[in-house]
């Protein structure tokens, strides 16, 4: 059980255009799901949270406008990179919570590349 | 704030232990537990809680000190399959906050 997945697994795309990347909680509900960008050899760190029915809440320094979270429902979330650029070039993860539980599970991550 | 992993890295040949520590400037409610395999997404390992016992998942083992802050997980008799990334994540209002993580590389 626990499954995420996540759509596409990569992509490459011209600077200037948008992309859209989707989570889905396969076989449990997700009140919230969370977005993660992680550079090389570094760490994840954590853009957003995204709430079913409400607005993405953003870390400080994430731009809302440029990456746009929408949770339509308790089994998905997307997140839209708009006018992307190279520098948004990075490995993109989302995770899920089950509603009835404390573990949050991962996706298995979308590799970005801007050209 | 992130939590502070040790060691950063860890070399180890089959069968041998190692532990991994995860420590908190703040009072810690959960902790969880990743490994993630280069070019992969984080696998989850095991969450311990305030107040909950140690868990195990196969032979890694973790324990939590909620008056220290901090947690330790430990790899036992450690198999090739064990190496990879290791981050802990700290929650705080159902969002984690990883640490920089600690490599692992098992030789046979």
């Known amino acids: 059980g626990a499954v995420v997945s996540q759509h596409p697994s990569w992509v490459i795309c011209k600077s200037g255009t948008s992309v859209k990347i989707e989570c889905r909680s396969l076989?449990?509900?997700?009140?919230?799901m969370f977005w993660y960008r992680q550079f090389p050899k570094q760490s994840l760190m954590l853009m957003a949270t995204?709430?079913?029915?409400?607005?993405?809440?953003?870390e400080q320094g994430v731009e809302k406008d440029k990456f746009l979270i929408n949770h339509a429902s308790l089994t998905l979330s997307t997140l839209t990179v708009t006018s992307a650029h190279p520098e948004d070039s990075s490995f993109y993860i989302c995770?899920?919570?089950?509603?009835?539980?404390?573990?949050?599970?991962f996706g298995p991550g979308t590799r970005l590349t801007v050209t | 704030q992130q939590p502070v992993q040790s060691p950063q890295a860890v070399i180890l040949r089959e069968g041998e232990d190692a532990v991994i520590n995860c420590s908190s400037s703040?009072?810690?409610?959960?902790v969880h537990w990743y490994r993630q395999k280069h070019g992969e997404a984080p696998v989850f390992l095991m969450i311990?809680?305030?107040?909950?016992e140690q868990k195990g998942h196969e032979k890694i083992s973790a324990s939590f000190n909620e008056k220290k802050q901090q947690s330790s997980l430990y790899l036992t008799a450690s198999q090739l399959s064990y190496s990879g990334t290791y981050f802990c994540?700290?929650?705080?209002?159902?969002?984690?906050?990883f640490g920089a993580g600690t490599t692992v590389t098992v030789r046979a």
């Open positions: 995770s899920a919570r089950d509603s009835n539980a404390y573990e949050q599970y």
């Open positions: 076989d449990f509900q997700a009140t919230t």
């Open positions: 995204s709430n079913e029915g409400s607005k993405a809440t953003y």
């Open positions: 703040k009072a810690l409610y959960s």
């Open positions: 311990l809680l305030k107040g909950g």
């Open positions: 994540g700290t929650e705080d209002d159902y969002k984690l906050s």
